[in-house]
DNA sequence: TTGCAGTCAATATC
DNA sequence: GATATTGACTGCAA
C-alpha cells in the first residue's frame, strides 16, 4: 500500500481507510491539527498518495450528501494534535457536549420560525452546526468506533423520557423516515460492520446526545409541527373545502387527481404466511438460490421472481442484523456494564436464539466473521466483532454461514472443537464459505424441486431434505439446517431428497424454535461450533494463530 | 452480474 | 397515533 497507494478516488470506503488513519497517525506526528475546529470545514478527499497533506485539512464544503465530491477545498486551520489527540478529540467532538444540532446552516434543517417547513418537509439531517462545518462524512471517516448499542439504547431512552417520536427523531436529526429509526434503534449493526453511510445515523445520534438541548430542541419542533399543521388544518378547513389532503397536497395541487397517482403506485406485495414459510425453508436449503431455483419457487408460489429474489435479498440481510443483535445483547449480558461497544465486544457466545424469522440461520452467516478484519486484523476481529462470539451466536440454527467463513470464528469460548459434535455434527461441514452466492446453489442439490411444492399445504411431505449435497455452502446449510431441525427433516429427507416441500412442511421447525435452550438445540449448537471450528481451521491453514479461547 | 448495505414507504401491530 | 415489520429500490463493490 505504501508503495503503490491507489488515488482516492479509486479506493473504497475501506480501502480509505487506512489512508485516512495514516494521515491521522502523520498529524500526529506533525503536529498538525486534524479536526477542524469550529467552523472549518475538511475536505474529504485524501490524497492517498504518501504525501499527505492533511488531506483532512482540506476544507472541502462539501455538503453532507456529497461527500465524495472534492470540490473546493480551502486550506484547513490547524489545531495541533497528535494523532492520539486527533482520535480523541473526534472522539470527544461526537462524544462530548455538542453544540447545538440543528440548525441552520445551511438551510436545510427546518427552520423554527418556519413551522410550515417543518412539518411539511422532513428536513435534511442536521447540519451539524456546532462541529462546525466538518461534515457528516467526515466526523464518520474520522470518528473513533462508537458504542452503536449503546448510543440507540441511549436514544430509546431519550425518546420514550420525553414522549418524542421516532418520526420526528428520525427527519429532525438523522433525516430518516420512521422505519428506518425504529429498525436503526432496535437493531443497530456493531460499528464495525457498518459502512460510512451506515455510521451516519449513529454520530448523528451521539451528536444528538451530547447535545444539552437535544430533547428541547426536539421538543420545539414537536410543536412547531403541531403548530403548523393545525394552522394547515384551519386554513384548509376555513378557506374552503377543496382539496383536504393534507398529507398529499402536493400532488394533488399538480393537476391530476389523486387517482392516477395511486394508480400508479404498486401496490406492496404481502407475502401469505405459507408463502413466507415456503421461503424460508427454500432458504434454509439454499440461502443463495439459482436464479433457476428461484424461478422455480416463483412459479411455485406464484410470485414474481424480483419478489423472490427481494425476499433472500432482505431475509439474508435482516437475519444478519438479528445475530449482530444477539450477540450484543449476549455479550452485554455476559459482561456487565457492556456500555463500552458492545457492539463491538459483544461477542462470546452468544446462545441463542435466534430470529424469529431467521431461523437463526444466518448465524453463521456472518457478515460478522466476514468483516472481522476490518477492525483490523485478527486482533481487531476478535476484538471487535467479538468474533467468536459471532460464529456462536444463534449457532442452532445457522446454517449458512456464508460469507463468513472467510473468517469464521472459533467456537465460543466454551464450546471447543469439533468433538462436541458428536454425531450429528456432519463432519462434511463443508467447506467453505459460502461461497459466491450462487455457486452452490446452482448445484445439484436439492435444490427444491419444484415439483414439491405446494407451498403450504403441501407441506406435509414436506419431507425432504435435501441432503446435503448442495455446494459448498449449501452444504453447511444443509448441515446445519439439519441439525436446527432435526429429526423432522431428516426422515423425509430420505423421503424425497429434493422437492420443494422441504422448504414447506416440517412443522416442527417453529416448535423447535421455541425452546431455545433445549438440550437439543445446546446439542446442535455444539455440533456446529465443531463444524465451524474445522471449518475455521481448513480455512485458515495459513495462520494458525489467533484465537485465544 | 450478483450480493449487500441502507433506506423508503406501505402495512401491520401495539 | 406510535412503533414494528417488510417488500422494494438505489447505489456500490467485487
Known sequence: MLSRPKPWSKLTQKGREPFIRMQLWLNGELGQGVLPVQGQQQGPVLHSMTSLQDPLQQGCVSSESTPKTSASCSPAPES?????????????????????????????????????????????????????????????????????????????????DNNLGQRLFGETILGLTQGSVSDLLARPKPWHKLSLKGREPFVRMQLWLNDPNNVEKLMDMKRMEKKAYMKRRHSSVSDSQPCEPPSTGIDYSQGASPQPQHQLKKPRVVLAPEEKEALKRAYQQKPYPSPKTIEELATQLNLKTSTVINWFHNYRSRIRRELFIEEIQAGSQGQAGASDSPSARSGRA?????????????????????????????????????????????????????RPAEKAEPPPSGTPAPDAATDESRPRAPPPPPPPPEGPADGPGPVPNPAAAAPAAGEDAATSAAPPGEGPCRARDGADRSSALPSTSAPAAARRPSSLQSLFGLPEAAGARDSRDNPLRKKKAANLNSIIHRLEKAASREEPIEWEF
Open 80 to 160: 495541533p494534535m497528535s494523532s492520539s489527540e486527533s482520535v480523541k478529540s473526534l472522539t470527544e467532538l461526537v462524544q462530548q457536549p455538542c453544540p447545538p444540532i440543528e440548525t441552520s446552516k445551511d438551510g436545510k434543517p427546518p427552520e423554527p420560525s418556519d413551522p410550515a417547513a417543518s412539518d411539511s418537509q422532513p428536513t435534511t439531517p442536521l447540519p451539524l452546526s456546532g462541529h462546525s462545518a466538518l461534515s457528516i462524512q467526515e466526523l464518520v471517516a474520522m470518528s473513533p468506533e462508537l458504542d452503536t448499542y449503546g448510543i440507540t439504547k441511549r436514544v430509546k431512552e431519550v425518546l420514550t
Open 350 to 402: 452468544a446462545p441463542s436464539s435466534e430470529g424469529d424469522s431467521c431461523d437463526g440461520v444466518e448465524a453463521a452467516e456472518g457478515p460478522g466473521a466476514a468483516d472481522a478484519e476490518e477492525s483490523g486484523g485478527p486482533a481487531a476481529a476478535a476484538k471487535s466483532q467479538g468474533g467468536p462470539a459471532e460464529a456462536a451466536a444463534a449457532p442452532e440454527e445457522r446454517e449458512e454461514a456464508p
